[in-house]
């Protein structure tokens, strides 16, 4: 599988086992939990649950116990102790920066010190993952080459750490959200460059996949209630439009959008697809969440396609056992 570079707190190999997938976003838990093997995989259990308004604000917990509770209740129904969990967009960063070709932890040491000049975090209060961009060359003049990084408040990781771990569920791993979403709806095989919309209940997400990674990730306060007034579909084409161009302007050269693909709960509803597409005058889709989990063509899904548009990110985060086999 793709896309294992944004992730925080990687487990060693001999703690890596089927585990759920959790996302915890400002409104719903979201959990999902897969058995079997790639090929022949079916979705074990999912589930959805409100969390009380103002537990978690802007992807901060002010309310730990209303989402322990939340959590425990998901974990006693599926009796279930082990899970990936998805830090909000809102609170993580994702960046590039050089260092020599070495092991993971000589790469992390010299990206270290380089780390505040490209996200908003000291590094002593940061916790961050750096992979080697296997698409780079060697950088003219140096035998450096680029690091994607994906980083994150410690303060932000640790208390969704806590919530879970009180609730009686030990986290392998965490993830940006992005990167979750994208292991599941952007096929291993799929070379083209994206723009995938996370349209959610508490925010919309714009992520730019290239080159088998999200490259680019942003979050902008449009929510998909119950229905999407005009002018929410106006003010979400501009942003879109925006990204795009910013994109083809500052990303690497010749690397054009050349399709959109959307997810989340606003992107069941109506004209959602059909706006974004004569906006942009690119082919738009519903994303198929379980490409990467199973053929829709061979097994039928468990959940209804409206519904499971909402599970992305659950998805990707199941996902991630089976990335390593």
């Not at 809102?90 to 070709?101: D, G, M, N, R």
């Not at 392998?172 to 995938?196: C, K, N, P, Q, Y």
């Not at 002018?231 to 399709?259: C, S």
């Not at 004569?278 to 959940?303: G, I, K, Y």
Request: charged residues 20%; contains cysteine.
């Amino acid at each position: 599988m793709h896309n294992t570079l944004y992730r925080l707190f990687a487990p060693p190999r001999f703690l890596i086992m089927p585990a759920a997938g959790i996302e915890i976003s400002d409104a719903f838990v979201r959990a999902l939990s897969f058995s079997g093997s790639l090929g022949t995989m079916r979705v074990s259990w999912w589930q959805e649950e409100a969390l009380p308004r103002g537990a978690i604000v802007g992807g901060t917990i002010s309310d730990k116990s209303a989402v322990v509770e939340v959590l425990k209740k998901i974990r006693i129904a599926h009796g279930f102790n082990f899970a990936h969990i998805s830090i909000p967009e809102q609170k993580s960063y994702l960046c590039e920066l050089e260092a020599p070709v070495a092991s993971p932890e000589e790469a992390r040491l010299t990206i270290e010190p380089h780390l505040e000049e490209q996200v908003p975090i000291r590094a002593s209060e940061a916790v961050f993952d750096a992979v080697l961009d296997k698409q780079s060359p060697a950088l003219a003049g140096s035998t450096n080459r680029m690091y994607r990084v994906a980083a994150a408040q410690k303060k932000i990781v640790e208390s969704y750490a806590e919530v879970c771990v009180t609730a009686g569920i030990a986290p392998l791993s965490f993830d940006i959200e992005a990167g979750a979403i994208t292991r599941a709806i952007i096929g291993a095989r799929d070379s083209r460059s994206l723009l995938v919309v996370n349209l959610s209940e508490d925010d919309t997400g714009l992520y730019v996949f290239s080159d088998g990674a999200v490259r680019f990730a942003s979050t902008v306060p449009l929510v998909a209630g119950e229905s999407v007034p005009e002018e929410i579909f106006r003010a979400l084409a501009g942003e879109v439009t925006r990204v795009r161009e910013f994109w083809e302007t500052h990303g690497e050269a010749g690397k054009k959008i050349q399709g959109v693909v959307a997810c989340g709960r606003g992107a069941a509803f109506p004209h959602t697809l059909s706006t974004l597409s004569s906006t942009l005058h690119l082919p738009v889709e519903a994303a198929t969440v379980w490409q990467n989990a199973f053929s829709v063509e061979r097994a039928v899904p468990p959940m209804s396609r409206d519904e499971s548009l909402r599970f992305a990110a659950p998805i990707g985060l199941a996902l991630r056992y089976f990335s390593y086999i």
